[in-house]
């Protein structure tokens, strides 16, 4: 099992809400900029959404904004992305990335592919007309 584990994808119609959950198994979980990237077929990857685990700062694509809610929940060492009034164009692979963030400022949690060390195996969301 990896660092990272991710769940929660699947296919939903236009409208339609879902919640991805990624598991981390490494590092204090407080202590972590945790982000969710997407990568639909022929384009190029997206970075969604980040949070710093350690206050619960959170950034938002504009994409994204008012549709999508980045969580934690420290006990069970897992951030989630909530998902509501899906489109056709946020069908993708959904990958949980993290790095970690000790003594980093929070403002420096974005989700900029090149920051992050580790990456989940991926969850496919397909979201239809």
């Known amino acids: 099992q990896g660092a990272l584990v991710e769940s929660g994808g699947g296919s939903v119609q236009a409208g339609g809400s879902l919640t991805l959950s990624c598991a981390a198994s490494?590092?204090?979980?407080?202590?972590?900029?945790m982000a969710w990237f997407r990568q639909a077929p022929g384009k190029e990857r997206e970075g969604v959404a980040a949070i710093y685990t350690a206050r619960g700062n959170t950034y938002y694509a504009d994409f994204v904004k008012g549709r999508f809610t980045i969580s934690q929940d420290n006990a069970k060492k897992t951030v989630y992305l909530q998902m509501i009034s899906l489109k056709p164009e946020d069908t993708a692979m959904y990958s949980c990335a993290l790095y970690r963030a000790f003594g980093r400022s929070p403002e420096a949690c974005r989700p900029r592919y090149s920051d992050f060390t580790y990456w989940g195996q991926g969850t496919q969301v397909t979201v239809s007309s």
């Open positions: 490494i590092y204090p979980f407080s202590t972590n900029c």
